[in-house]
């Protein structure tokens, strides 16, 4: 359950970008559109998360997550209705809402189900985000599009399918929420909490570099002269996150909330977008899958963390906080990146945000001091 829930939080978000030719043909978008088409569900994950934690201290976490993944369901599917433009935007900020409930709950569940296991229970998650990622991606145009005949407002409800599926076993299977021990939850996130910023920030910084990477390496590959090497630079980014997952699934019991970990993350993570920058040709494809390996591990790490390191009515809160400062940041990182470029006329200009997310990724990780308030934390060695 998990798992799939993980994969229904992405594919439904990444199921536009392989129909972005045909809804252009059918609403004339311009590119200003589709760019805050794709982007305003990664904004809102950053800017609702506390609406989430709100919700989650109100009915608890399983039925903000049912709420957030019928939000996610009706959503997707209503995208194609009309189809109009107006429709479309409404409907994905919708979904996106949905996403954004559901991800600080993610936390909460994970540690009231599976307090001993928290590592692995994580990664399994994770691992369903990643693979909701590559699904839409690699299913949509030689398998789904020609089964509808090319209809794109069906292929939406087509990966919405997932969704509904995940709403109706969470509600017949999952477990029930423990009550509030006082008969209150505090919802808000505590922004003097810096356990919460060092973490945002770490996240941030591994966010900032995979997105940024995304969005830049084909503009500045065709810039430098190496327009054949987009696919493949792009293809081995994104692939390499899924074995970083599916290793997660057998390590992070030992390895969550260790410091050494994560600066190794962070120095791999450095180092391979340093090499793809300096060393273009097939080294700097090499690069990016360690980049994408670097960035998926770290994901894993960070939202293992919250059930660690506060109490179990406390975990929302942080992992609201977390997810709110890390794709805020990620949002004004890939922004900054495109207007240094812009001001500069300067291709490597774009990834200083990447760069600079990487190094403080890297520098925090290694004063990096945490207290596990969990009986199982020690056994994962969280005071590393």
Request: glycine share 10%.
């Amino acid at each position: 359950m998990l798992w799939l829930a993980g994969i229904d939080l992405r594919v439904t978000i990444l199921a536009v970008p392989p129909v972005l030719p045909l809804i252009h043909r059918s609403l004339t978008l311009n590119e200003s559109a589709v760019g805050a088409l794709t982007g305003l569900p990664l904004l809102l994950l950053g800017a609702a998360a506390v609406g989430g934690s709100l919700l989650i201290a109100r009915i608890g976490a399983r039925r903000a997550w049912i709420a957030g993944l019928l939000l996610v369901a009706a959503g997707s599917a209503a995208r194609g209705a009309g189809p109009s433009e107006a429709m479309l935007f409404a409907m994905t900020f919708v979904m996106g809402l949905g996403v954004a409930v559901c991800q600080p709950s993610a936390p909460t569940i994970v540690g009231e189900w599976f307090p001993r296991s928290i590592g692995f229970a994580t990664a399994v998650y994770v691992n369903g985000l990643l693979v909701g990622e590559t699904l839409s991606a690699a299913l949509t145009i030689p398998y789904v599009l020609p089964l509808l005949r090319d209809n794109w407002e069906l292929s939406l409800v087509f990966w919405s399918l997932p969704a509904w599926l995940a709403v109706a076993l969470f509600a017949l299977i999952g477990h029930r929420e423990r009550p509030p021990a006082n008969g209150a939850v505090r919802w808000m996130p505590d922004w003097r909490d810096g356990v919460m910023w060092r973490l945002g920030i770490i996240f941030a910084g591994a966010s900032i570099s995979y997105w940024s990477a995304n969005a830049f390496i084909p503009d500045y590959l065709r810039e430098t002269g190496h327009a054949g090497l987009i696919e493949p630079s792009l293809s081995v980014l994104n692939a390499a996150q899924l074995p970083g997952s599916f290793l997660t699934l057998f390590v992070a019991e030992r390895l969550a909330g260790r410091r050494d970990v994560f600066v190794t993350l962070g120095v791999v993570g450095l180092a391979s977008m340093l090499a793809f920058l300096a060393v273009p040709g097939r080294l700097g494809v090499v690069a990016t899958g360690f980049l994408g390996f670097a960035t998926s591990f770290t994901l894993v790490m960070v939202l293992a963390l919250p059930p660690m390191v506060t109490e179990h009515h406390n975990v929302h809160r942080l992992s609201a906080g977390i997810l709110t400062l890390s794709y805020c940041g990620t949002f004004l990182g890939n922004l900054a990146g495109g207007a240094l470029w812009d001001a500069t006329h300067f291709a490597l200009a774009a990834f200083v945000p990447a760069v600079s997310g990487l190094v403080a990724l890297t520098l925090l990780s290694a004063g990096m001091r945490l207290k596990p308030r969990l009986q199982g934390a020690a056994a994962h060695g969280g005071t590393k």
